[in-house]
């Protein structure tokens, strides 16, 4: 599977089409000076150079990509996830990266990528994502309504973690671990 398919759509054939609110983003980019979003669509993405859906991510070398500056990477939630993660992973030996996940500690993902990362930040509270699309739902009639219009903040369904790999890491399975809390 592309990237740019798994971008389309999540695993509950929903929408990726989901900004990361500036409470997150904006403090983690001042902090780390990222050269590249490794996973935006026109409209999604958060600094000037980024991949869209037009270009295997997978394939790309996000060092290169990001001019050997730190990498933001934001993906999609669904089908897929466990392959940005590895990239994540992988782009972290050379270039410092920064993954916003999930925090779901039971999965295979977690353990193999998120424990031998440098860093894990649990942040405080759910993150409201920004839709970068009209959302629709189905009611229980299954009709489809409005649920939420492009630019209108939506709760994730889960608690997120911002996962940090760095070159010389710990990559020991004992990350350094802290609570984070977003911008107001």
């Known amino acids: ?11 509950t054939g929903g929408t990726n089409e989901w900004l990361t609110p500036p409470s997150v983003f904006d403090p983690l980019h001042e902090e780390f ?28 070398d996000w060092t290169e990509a990001s001019g050997g500056l730190p990498v933001w990477l934001n993906s999609p939630y669904g089908k897929g996830l466990y392959r940005w993660a590895e990239k994540a992973f992988v782009t972290g030996l050379k270039v410092p990266t920064v993954h ?6 039971s999965t295979r993902l977690w353990h193999q990528f998120a424990m031998n ?8 509270g759910r993150v409201s ?6 959302i629709y739902k189905a ?10 219009r492009k630019g209108e ?22 990350p350094r671990v802290s609570s984070w809390k977003q911008r107001k």
């Open 117 to 124: 990362a440098d860093e894990i930040r649990f942040v405080e």
């Open 1 to 11: 599977m592309l990237a740019s398919q798994m971008l389309q759509s999540d695993a």
């Open 33 to 60: 000076g990222f050269g590249l979003d490794a996973a935006a669509n026109h409209g999604t993405e958060r600094i000037q150079n980024y991949l869209s859906p037009d270009i295997d991510a997978f394939q790309f």
């Open 139 to 148: 009611d229980k009639h299954g009709n489809r309504v409005l649920s939420l």
């Open 100 to 105: 916003l996940v999930f925090s779901v500690t």
């Open 153 to 174: 903040r939506g709760p994730a369904t889960k608690d997120s973690a911002i996962v940090i790999y760095r070159p010389g890491g710990k990559r020991d399975g004992c």
């Open 129 to 134: 994502f920004i839709a970068g699309e009209d």
